[in-house]
Nanobody
């Protein structure tokens, strides 16, 4: 079973930076897409950024120019560098990874979530 372990959340002042990490493990044959979602209180979960196996990236408009998603394929790890953070970025951030296992079964796994709070 594919498992995801997230790290890097915390409390930061407006204008500050944080870097989230998410490492995937457990019978992975191939990863197709790695992404970050977030959910603020009272709001729906939304896609923040994703990166495909080929390196293509996609960002929600509100984070373009401030957040950067990257991956280390050798480590099955995805990162989210968040700069110039704003209070409206406050949310629980979830890692999502989709691909195929060593038995060629598809998987769609989620991390446990990490809290990001932007406040002075």
């Amino acid at each position: 079973q594919v498992q995801l372990v997230e790290s890097g959340g915390g409390l930061v002042q407006p204008g500050g930076s944080l870097r989230l990490s998410c490492a995937a493990s457990g019978g992975i044959f191939r990863i197709n897409v790695m992404g970050w979602y977030r959910q603020a209180p009272g709001k729906l979960r939304e896609l923040v950024a994703e990166i495909t196996r080929g390196g293509s990236t996609n960002y929600v408009d509100s984070v373009k120019g401030r957040f950067t998603i990257s991956s280390d394929d050798a480590k099955n790890t995805v990162y989210l560098q968040m700069n110039t953070l704003k209070p409206e970025d406050t949310a629980v951030y979830y890692c999502n990874v989709r691909g195929a296992t060593t038995t060629l079964a598809r998987f769609d796994s989620w991390g446990q979530g990490t809290q990001v709070t932007v406040s002075s």
